[in-house]
């Protein structure tokens, strides 16, 4: 199958303690799409990210090393690296 690059907003709420839990991902058809919606979502989320990964959707095969494109607020492992 080919892969294909997929643009991808995730956005965390706060869960126990000081853990996050994760929304229903956000698919975008390109990377400024998913930059707006993840600019739009970071006042009212506890952590948004917005990130391209190579992936062959069909497979569930995606890329272990997502190009971020836009982050704020506590994000886990591995969007909380710098």
Avoid: H, W
């Amino acid at each position: 199958m080919a892969r294909e690059t997929v643009y991808i907003v995730q956005a965390y709420k706060a869960g126990r303690g000081k853990g996050l839990k994760a929304e229903q991902q956000v698919g975008c058809k390109d990377a400024e799409e998913a930059r707006r919606k993840a600019e739009r979502l970071a006042p009212l989320r506890e952590g948004v990210v917005a990130f391209a990964a190579s992936a062959d959707v069909e497979m569930g095969d995606y890329d272990e090393n997502p190009l971020i494109l836009f982050k704020a607020g506590r994000l886990p492992f591995p969007f909380d690296q710098a």
